[in-house]
């Protein structure tokens, strides 16, 4: 079920290649705390490269001869970059030194104990270092687009990746769930696209409306830097905290819980909720709880520098997790995936 996303600075019309290799794509994942350096769980700080995160583990698990299931992780990673991630090894009994070494596709960097196992979302955000190729020209409305998205944000919609390798997963999800027994993984990556899909839906219906930077009478607001979430009355105040993007407005990820969503804003959600009843029954079915998700995001530290003789475009800077850099380019560029051309190559 593909569909097409309206972006709140217009289309954008400069074409750029991103992943021409891996070197290309760095990212580095910030925990928010240091490990205690003592624990029954062993913190590897890994730089990968031609591995997905779980495929990492796998490697990790057959090389040392160690279960996957005592691995822990907080966020998954492009296997089409460079990339510097926390992973947790869960040793009892185990007394310091114990110590992995790196393997085939993998260095490890540091090795830390701490008392809990890293879980998934525990990262505060991710540090990007981009590099797109083939920019021939940075056009004066790209330029616009690029200043629009550091001092205003972008539109925080859920990036391809969610949606399946083929862009199929809301079908899968409505055809399998419920009728066949699935792993847990497998239900809960299903349940995850159909409440992305739904979350999409809605952020497209506002910023279409008009109402993506404004806030509407009803609305929920998260606080910047944390998932604090609070409905309070349009103010003067409460409109400049959001014009400094201090606090955002949020949407629903679809299922069962008290809202404090209200008045204009609710019923943007529920016309989308109407369209797509086949969908919300889906969730409902498999006891699907409310979340909320901002609808805008700050990216933090963005800077970026233009080489037009070597037609390159260099980003830095970091995003909250949970939220897709590939959405961010989206608004300013016009994306072709090296990674997925190579990968359409190898396939036939």
């Given at each position: 079920?593909?569909?097409?996303l ?11 290649v ?20 003592e ?53 009892p ?18 090795q ?30 790209t ?19 969610r ?10 999800a ?146 909250p ?28």
């Amino acid at each position: 079920m593909q569909t097409v996303l309206t972006y709140p600075y217009g289309e954008p019309e400069t074409r750029a290649v991103l992943k021409s290799s891996a070197a290309d794509f760095e990212v580095e994942e910030v925990l928010g705390f240091e490990p205690v350096g003592e624990g029954e769980h062993l913190f590897l700080w890994v730089e990968k490269s031609g591995l997905g995160t779980m495929e990492l583990i796998t490697r990790m698990a057959k090389d040392h001869g160690l279960p996957e299931r005592d691995f822990g992780y907080s966020g998954q990673k492009d296997k089409h970059a460079l990339t510097r991630q926390w992973l947790s090894l869960h040793l009892p009994g185990k007394e310091a030194p114990f110590e992995l070494p790196s393997g085939e596709g993998y260095r490890v960097l540091r090795q830390l104990r701490h008392h809990k196992k890293l879980r998934p979302g525990t990262h505060k955000f991710n540090r990007f270092s981009l590099c797109l190729r083939e920019v021939h020209e940075l056009s004066e409305k790209t330029q616009q687009q690029l200043d629009r998205v550091q001092k205003q944000g972008f539109a925080n919609y859920f990036g391809h990746q969610r949606f399946g390798r083929k862009q199929d997963n809301v079908e899968q999800a409505l055809a399998q769930l419920g009728t066949r027994k699935l792993s847990r993984t497998r239900k809960s990556m299903l349940l995850s696209s159909l409440r992305s899909y739904l979350f999409n839906r809605i952020l497209n219906s506002r910023i279409e409306l008009g109402h993506w930077e404004t806030p509407l009478a009803g609305d929920v607001f998260m606080l910047r830097g944390s998932h604090s979430i609070f409905a309070d009355e349009l103010d003067d105040a409460l409109l400049e905290r959001h014009r400094q993007q201090d606090v955002s407005v949020c949407a629903s990820l679809y299922g069962s819980g008290r809202s404090l969503m209200s008045g204009d804003a609710a019923q943007i959600e529920q016309r989308v909720f109407a369209e797509n009843a086949e969908i919300t029954d889906c969730l409902q079915r498999n006891d699907s709880r409310l979340q909320m998700r901002p609808l805008r995001v700050a990216a933090e530290a963005f800077s970026y520098d233009y080489d037009s003789a070597a037609a390159l475009l260099r980003l830095e800077l970091s995003l909250p997790t949970g939220c897709y850099v590939t959405t961010m380019l989206a608004h300013f560029l016009v994306l072709d995936d090296a990674s997925q051309a190579r990968k359409s190559i190898v396939a036939h």
